[in-house]
C-alpha cells in the first residue's frame, strides 16, 4: 500500500519513486488534481477508481475511500492512493494513514512536490528571498468545522510572516483579507492569484490585498493565492511557465 503524492499538475513533477510504484500497481486510487497523464504510467490492467472531490460534491466521502484502500490491501494488490501535490500537506493523507495504522495495513509514504511551493515557482515568486521576505506560511482557507482547535488565526497571521500562501481559500479571500487588512496587512499588499498552476493552462492574475476577494470568485478555481511582498519579483523572475502577466483591476479601490 503506498500514499503518492502526485505533485502540483506537470506530471514531469512525479518524483521517481512515485513512478516506479505507479508502473507495479494493480489498483490507482486517484483525486480529481492528479493530471491524468500519470494514470498512463499504471499497467494497463491495473483497476483505476476516481475519489475526486469538490466542495459540497464528494464522489466518495472519505470514510468509503479509507475502506476501499483497506479492502484492496486486504487482498494483497499493490494499492496507490495517488493524491495531488504532497499528500501529507492539506490532502488528508494523515487521515488515510491513521486509517490504515488501525487496520493493520502496512504503507509506504511518497512524498510528492507541494504545490504550496511548486506553483508559486512556476509563477516566477519565491516565497523567500533574502531582501524581501524571511518567513512564509501555508495556510488552508477552508477550514474543518468539526476540528476540535479554533480555526486559522488570522489577526495573528497578518503580520507574523512576510509572505502568506492560501490553499482553498477562493471562496473566503474576501473575508480573509479584511481580517488581514484589519489586523495591520497594508491594504495595497500584492497578491498573486494563480490558477491551474505548472500546467499550460496556468494563470496569474497580481493585484491589492484590498481587491483580492472581489477578484478571485470571477477566476477558475482552484486558486493558489500568495500574499506578501515577493509577488513583486515575478515582473523579474521571468521563465518559460510564467503564465498570463495581468488580470482586470476590480472596480471600487480603496
Given amino acids: 500500500m503506498f500514499l503518492v503524492g502526485a505533485g502540483p499538475g506537470d506530471p514531469g513533477l512525479l518524483t521517481i519513486r512515485g513512478r516506479e510504484v505507479l508502473e507495479a500497481a494493480d489498483v490507482v486510487v486517484y483525486d480529481r488534481l492528479v493530471n491524468p497523464a500519470l494514470l498512463d504510467l499504471a499497467p494497463e490492467t491495473a483497476r483505476r477508481i476516481f475519489a475526486g472531490k469538490t466542495r459540497g460534491d464528494h464522489v466518495m466521502p472519505q470514510g468509503a475511500i479509507n475502506a476501499v484502500l483497506i479492502h484492496h490491501a486486504r487482498h494483497g494488490r499493490h494499492v496507490v492512493r495517488l493524491k495531488g501535490g504532497d499528500s501529507f500537506v492539506f490532502g488528508r493523507g494523515g487521515e488515510e494513514a491513521e486509517a490504515l495504522v488501525e487496520a493493520g495495513v502496512p504503507f509506504e ?22 531582501t524581501v521576505s524571511s518567513s512564509f506560511a501555508v495556510v488552508t482557507g477552508h477550514d474543518d468545522p468539526e476540528k476540535r482547535r479554533a480555526p486559522v488565526d488570522w489577526a495573528r497571521l497578518a503580520t ?12 473566503r479571500l474576501a473575508a480573509i483579507a479584511r481580517e488581514l487588512v484589519a489586523h495591520g496587512r497594508p491594504a495595497d499588499t ?27 470568485p470571477r477566476l477558475p478555481g482552484p486558486l493558489m493565492i500568495v500574499i506578501g511582498e515577493v509577488v513583486r519579483l515575478r515582473g523579474r523572475i521571468t521563465w518559460g511557465a510564467q503564465g498570463a502577466p495581468q488580470a482586470p483591476q476590480a472596480a471600487g479601490r480603496e
Fill in 109 to 130: 509514504v511518497v512524498p510528492g512536490v507541494s504545490s504550496a511551493v511548486a506553483v508559486p515557482a512556476y509563477a516566477g515568486i519565491p516565497l523567500a528571498h533574502r
Fill in 160 to 171: 507574523a510572516v512576510d509572505t502568506l500562501v492560501v490553499l482553498m481559500g477562493q471562496g
Fill in 190 to 216: 500584492p497578491v498573486a492569484l494563480i490558477s491551474a498552476g505548472t500546467t499550460q493552462a496556468q494563470t496569474v492574475v497580481e493585484c491589492r490585498l484590498a481587491e483580492a476577494g472581489e477578484i478571485a
